[in-house]
């Protein structure tokens, strides 16, 4: 069996996150903490590469506070690839798109705490927003257009595959929910081991902590030449036999373990625009004098 890992990842704390409370307006720079988030998450993911895959896929909403968290996850992708004699660090590039920027909430954005912005019905925009109903159609249009294309192509490889999906907690929300229900409709089989999640367990409305993600294991048998040949012939349909064939393992919702112990910096700082030229403070002391 071949396994294709997907993450729905959600970016480290922006400065809109702390000086609002919500997740919009969209387009902000990480916070000092989140950058440190997004360095841990990033650490973390590079540890389990040698289980996932040598050059994973990246994509990733065009927006700072995701760009800058996929960057992360990229940079500390290990060289030379899990498995590979070749000293040469793989190249992983990162597709940036629209379609997974997160909800223009307009001029009541103020007034919208995370939950309730996951939580709320379609509805109507606000003064200058964008609708629920949009938002959902831009994920349906990212899952067709993006997604769904990329794991037909990664599902009939017959060689380990990972994705990396780094966008906001509201999109991610609408990508979440209209994936899990696609996959009730197909009804693949879900991983029978004890403790496992079942398919219709798995929450739909379980919003993404900064720095956290949600993580799918795909498994499909491993191809001829020939079945694999056929496979990638294309045609309609073809990404639904390939997930109705596939076992599916849920392995981690809302998964923050790489953050436990993790403080803010007080006074201030950790709430900070992060700046690339700001040194941590154990770096003003040599080992010597330590």
């Given amino acids: 069996m071949e396994e294709t890992h997907i993450f729905f990842i959600r970016h480290g704390e922006s ?31 590079a540890e389990r590469a040698a289980s996932l895959a040598p050059i994973p896929h990246m994509l990733c909403s065009d927006f700072q506070q995701a760009r800058m968290t996929a960057e992360a996850i990229r940079d500390a992708y290990p060289s030379p690839a899990a498995g590979s004699t070749s000293t040469v660090k793989p190249e ?17 954005s103020a007034e919208v705490s995370d939950s309730a912005a996951a939580a709320q019905p379609g509805g109507g925009a606000y003064t200058e927003g964008e609708s629920f109903k949009e938002v959902d159609a831009r994920a349906k249009r990212f899952l067709d257009a993006v997604l769904l294309p990329l794991l037909e ?4 490889s017959g060689t380990p ?11 991610h929300s609408h990508v979440w929910l209209e994936f899990i229900r696609l996959l009730r409709a197909l009804r693949p089989r879900t991983t029978s081991a004890p403790g496992a999640m079942c398919l219709e367990s798995v929450p739909l409305d379980e919003f993404l902590g900064n720095a956290a993600y949600h993580e799918i294991v795909l498994k499909t048998p491993t191809l001829s030449s020939e079945d694999s040949s056929s496979s990638q012939s294309g045609g309609a349909g073809s990404i639904d ?22 403080k803010k910096t007080g006074g201030g700082i950790g709430n900070a625009k992060y700046d690339k030229k700001q040194r941590k403070i154990d770096s003003f002391f040599s080992k010597s004098s330590a």
């Fill in 15 to 45: 400065v809109d996150d702390v000086s609002h409370g919500h997740a919009g307006p969209p387009d902000s720079p990480l916070t000092a903490h989140g950058a440190i988030q997004s360095s841990q998450l990033a650490a973390h993911l």
């Fill in 92 to 108: 992983i590039a990162i597709l940036q798109l629209g379609e997974l920027r997160e909800k223009r909430f307009g001029e009541r």
């Fill in 241 to 262: 036999q390939a997930l109705s064939t596939a076992q599916v393992h849920f392995s981690a919702i809302n998964y923050a373990d790489h953050l436990s112990g993790l």
């Fill in 161 to 171: 595959q990972c994705v990396f999906i780094i966008a906001h907690g509201v999109i």
């Fill in 153 to 156: 192509e990664l599902l009939t």
